[in-house]
């Protein structure tokens, strides 16, 4: 599977050319020696050794390759040796090592052995859950009469629906044994305030000023983007809002991609074309032409950079493009950073606790 078309900075970027750095937590410094792996960087490392056992498990399963369980244990063995050569020598593989080049190999040996969606399976199975739940979750907010009321609940769903992340290595465990109920997580998040929590300056700029076109980067498949993302993008359609809706051009781990979040839009609009009676002429679907869980914003489609050009809100939801990368990213219009953070590495570097929810919101001066 190969992206097609030439990849640019994403336009609303406010130093996309210079200063940007994609990578939120600071994997080395300019003083550490270049041959020896920094304590972060041995410490991400064993992120990704932790989460081989899952994506292998997944990988055996793959019933699109006949020796499937045979290429899993190649890909193990291969991930785990770059991984070991990465400890020793950090300028191994195109390193030093940070989220984005850990993802980026992880995917590269999968898509060398043939495995291009082993996380397909899953996915389906969760949007066939989610999609029969849209509407109840929608009438649920709906009956909410107070706005900010309404808007906080909306927020919360898009945490709950966050939970369902295959590439934190111990959620997959408890979605493998137990399963995640969505209602059941919104009503066990952890209490406000958050870890960051700009949720009060966002709701009191929603109830003053409905943006003219929004983005939002979206992440998983299932309930995040169905019972998260979805009811929170149908009320900004009826405040009449534009909204794009920006998916990966390839699988990777349990992130929807573009052509399965057209498929779930096509689903769940009634034969008027609607969102439960919301008019959706004016949501679009885009390429973002990322294949990470992770988003480098030199790296979109031009079909995104040119549908984006005048967006005034952008949202990058989720740990892996709203947290562990561009939470610190700036913008040329206002801007929110929406996710669960569910790595104790991402634990220590922010304070706060395991599954803490993170509400960046930078709003431009008017």
Partial sequence: MERSGELVGFPLLMTWSSRYKACTIPYRLPSDDPTKATD??????????????????????????????????????????????????????????????????????????????????????????????????????????????????LVKGIFAGNLFDLGSAQLAELFSRDGISFLASCQNLLPRPWVIDDLESFITKWSRKSWKKVVIFVDNSGADIILGILPFTRELLRHGTQIILAANDLPSINDVTYPELVEIISKLKDEHGKLVGVDTSNLLVANSGNDLPVIDLTRISQELAYLASDADLVILEGMGRGIETNLYAQFRCDSLKIGMVKHPEVVEFLGGRLYDCVFKYNGILE
Wanted: hydrophobic share 35%; proline share 5%.
């Fill in 40 to 153: 972060t960087e041995l410490s991400w490392i064993h992120v990704f050794m932790n989460s081989i056992p899952s994506f292998t498990k997944r990988a055996e399963t793959d019933h699109t390759l006949p020796d499937a369980p045979s290429r899993a244990q190649i890909f193990a063995h291969r991930y785990t040796e770059i991984l070991e050569d990465l400890k020793k020598d950090p300028k191994t593989h195109g390193g030093p090592p940070d989220g984005i080049l850990l993802c980026r190999l992880r995917e590269q040996v999968l898509r060398e052995l043939g495995f291009t969606d082993i996380f397909k399976k899953v996915k389906d199975e969760e949007n066939a859950k989610a999609i029969a739940l849209f509407e109840d979750v929608v009438q649920l907010n709906d009956a909410i009469e107070d706005e900010a009321k309404r808007m906080e609940n």
